[in-house]
């Protein structure tokens, strides 16, 4: 009898689900088969895999991995790690495709999938959309090749460390504090801290699955307390945190302040745009207006895109662009790097331009204009409706001839601001967000938000 998937991890940009429940052993062996048929059809015939920290990754590479042997290709394993130091192996070792064991920033009891195929390969780049439909289809049919093919370990972190390295580029030590969150990242940060200059204090520096001390997603402020905490101790010039797989980064300020995924962006934009006068760069529909202002007014030009990982990554091939970002802190840099989300890479980014120009941290996000807004909003819905309820408000909102941008979810635009409303596609929610100049056009914003869910039946507050 063929396998299928449970129908609610097949994702947008990867395969995602609950360990035990709707991803189990059996669903990485033939994943494993399948992405090794897709591979080997495309003319690759070897891969390197890795895993992330959480307590069921090394069952589910090692299904996974079997599952690639089966179909003849060559297995290239850089055990655990974080998410971007899978996708360097990719290009460093110049191997077909690459396939990541990781849950990411989700629940503990989650886990999935991130994949990719080489650029020399037909269909390049991330996996997402239909290329996660076809391998789905694939295991119903159980449309494999077979073959005998080898894994074999390969140590690749010094190689990713000095590669993340090379782009440093700062004059002043500094007094950093980071974040690991018990998360994959943590041998990498120490190798990596043992050669910058400064002083370095690490907090959860332990690979830890069950995440003991706070969840591993800095886009939740609850999440930064730690970090605050110890910045103020330890009187930083800065703090850095990361998710699970460290392809998300969070930062905050010698005082504290969060610096948001589209704040970080701005800063970054100076640099870049003064290498790359008028280039496109790229941020999601959750991203601030003061970010798109900002990329224009340095000369750049601004380009709204679909929130997701891979999605951005297809637009910065697209575009020829060197620098793309999200709210939830996913960085992408073309300029001096392979374009994929790095949270590591994007610090070292950050440390260098603080170190190199003499303004604080502190001070480039006080040089920014200052607007309110709500953080990232999320409101649980059953997994078959949360793409309904968008749809539903869209209609409603078109009939009423409001400004509505739909390049993800609706992002709509009022005299007071503009809020967000769109589908995760990773969780079963509902995120949104809304920005104003003031105190009191927000909460007019957020009424119009909750409103809008009412209508849907949702019973909703912020």
């Given at each position: 009898?063929a396998?299928s998937?449970?129908?609610?991890?097949v994702r947008?940009?990867?395969?995602?689900?609950?360990?035990?429940?709707?991803?189990?052993e059996?669903?990485?062996?033939?994943?494993g088969?399948?992405?090794?048929?897709?591979?080997?059809?495309?003319?690759?015939k070897r891969?390197?895999?890795?895993?992330?920290?959480?307590?069921?990754?090394?069952?589910?590479?090692?299904?996974?991995?079997?599952?690639?042997?089966a179909?003849?290709?060559?297995?290239?394993r850089?055990?655990?790690?974080?998410t971007?130091?899978?996708?360097?192996?990719?290009?460093?070792?110049?191997a077909?495709a690459g396939?990541?064991?990781t849950g990411?920033?989700?629940?503990?009891?989650?886990?999935?999938?991130?994949?990719?195929?080489?650029?020399h390969?037909?269909?390049g780049?991330?996996v997402?959309?239909?290329?996660?439909?076809?391998?789905?289809d694939m295991?119903?049919?159980?449309?494999f090749?077979?073959?005998?093919g080898t894994?074999?370990?390969?140590d690749i972190?010094?190689?990713?460390?000095?590669?993340?390295?090379?782009d440093?580029?700062?004059?002043?030590p500094?007094?950093i504090?980071?974040?690991?969150?018990n998360?994959a990242?943590?041998?990498?940060a120490?190798?990596?801290t043992?050669k910058?200059?400064?002083?370095?204090?690490?907090l959860?520096a332990?690979?830890d699955?069950t995440?003991?001390?706070?969840?591993?997603?800095?886009?939740?402020?609850?999440?930064?307390?730690d970090?605050?905490?110890a910045v103020?101790?330890?009187k930083a010039?800065?703090g850095?945190?990361?998710?699970?797989?460290?392809?998300?980064?969070?930062?905050?300020?010698?005082?504290?302040?969060?610096i948001?995924g589209?704040?970080l962006l701005?800063?970054?934009?100076h640099?870049v745009?003064?290498n790359?006068?008028?280039?496109?760069?790229?941020?999601?529909?959750?991203?601030?207006?003061?970010?798109?202002?900002?990329?224009?007014?340095?000369g750049?030009?601004?380009?709204m895109?679909r929130?997701g990982h891979?999605?951005i990554?297809?637009?910065?091939a697209?575009?020829?662009?060197p620098?793309?970002?999200?709210?939830?802190?996913?960085?992408f840099?073309g300029?001096?790097?392979?374009g994929?989300?790095?949270?590591?890479?994007?610090a070292?980014?950050?440390?260098?331009?603080?170190?190199s120009s003499?303004?604080s941290?502190?001070s480039w996000r006080?040089s920014?204009?200052?607007?309110?807004?709500?953080?990232?909003?999320?409101f649980?819905v059953?997994?078959?409706?949360?793409?309904?309820?968008?749809?539903?408000?869209?209609?409603?909102?078109?009939?009423a001839?409001?400004k509505?941008?739909d390049?993800?979810?609706v992002?709509?635009?009022?005299?007071d601001g503009?809020?967000?409303l769109r589908a995760s596609?990773?969780?079963?929610?509902?995120?949104?967000r809304?920005?104003?100049d003031?105190t009191?056009?927000?909460?007019?914003?957020?009424?119009?938000?909750?409103?809008?869910l009412t209508?849907?039946?949702?019973?909703?507050?912020?």
């Amino acid at each position: 009898m063929a396998h299928s998937f449970d129908p609610t991890i097949v994702r947008e940009y990867d395969i995602r689900g609950t360990v035990g429940k709707t991803l189990t052993e059996a669903d990485a062996f033939v994943l494993g088969k399948a992405f090794g048929t897709m591979v080997v059809r495309a003319g690759g015939k070897r891969i390197v895999a890795g895993r992330d920290g959480r307590t069921h990754s090394p069952m589910l590479e090692e299904a996974l991995v079997k599952g690639l042997v089966a179909t003849g290709v060559t297995v290239e394993r850089i055990g655990l790690g974080p998410t971007p130091m899978l996708y360097f192996a990719a290009v460093d070792r110049k191997a077909d495709a690459g396939i990541m064991v990781t849950g990411s920033h989700n629940p503990a009891d989650q886990n999935g999938f991130k994949m990719l195929l080489a650029k020399h390969l037909p269909g390049g780049g991330p996996v997402y959309g239909a290329a996660i439909k076809k391998l789905a289809d694939m295991v119903a049919s159980e449309d494999f090749v077979a073959g005998n093919g080898t894994s074999s370990p390969v140590d690749i972190i010094d190689a990713y460390v000095a590669r993340v390295l090379k782009d440093y580029q700062g004059t002043k030590p500094l007094n950093i504090v980071w974040d690991l969150g018990n998360g994959a990242s943590a041998e990498v940060a120490k190798r990596l801290t043992a050669k910058l200059p400064g002083v370095h204090t690490l907090l959860f520096a332990d690979v830890d699955g069950t995440f003991p001390n706070h969840h591993p997603d800095p886009t939740e402020a609850k999440n930064l307390v730690d970090l605050q905490k110890a910045v103020r101790e330890k009187k930083a010039d800065l703090g850095i945190a990361f998710d699970g797989d460290a392809d998300r980064i969070g930062a905050v300020d010698g005082q504290t302040r969060i610096i948001a995924g589209d704040q970080l962006l701005a800063i970054y934009a100076h640099e870049v745009l003064k290498n790359m006068p008028g280039a496109v760069i790229i941020a999601d529909v959750k991203a601030s207006q003061v970010l798109f202002d900002k990329v224009a007014e340095l000369g750049g030009k601004p380009l709204m895109s679909r929130t997701g990982h891979s999605l951005i990554k297809a637009k910065m091939a697209e575009t020829h662009s060197p620098l793309a970002g999200e709210m939830s802190g996913h960085i992408f840099f073309g300029d001096k790097y392979y374009g994929f989300d790095d949270a590591i890479y994007s610090a070292v980014r950050l440390i260098s331009l603080i170190s190199s120009s003499g303004k604080s941290l502190d001070s480039w996000r006080d040089s920014l204009p200052q607007t309110v807004n709500t953080p990232e909003l999320r409101f649980p819905v059953e997994e078959s409706r949360k793409f309904a309820v968008v749809n539903e408000v869209k209609a409603r909102l078109q009939k009423a001839n409001a400004k509505v941008n739909d390049t993800d979810g609706v992002r709509v635009q009022t005299p007071d601001g503009w809020w967000l409303l769109r589908a995760s596609n990773t969780q079963a929610v509902l995120v949104a967000r809304a920005e104003s100049d003031s105190t009191e056009g927000l909460a007019r914003l957020k009424i119009l938000l909750i409103d809008q869910l009412t209508a849907c039946g949702l019973k909703c507050s912020i």
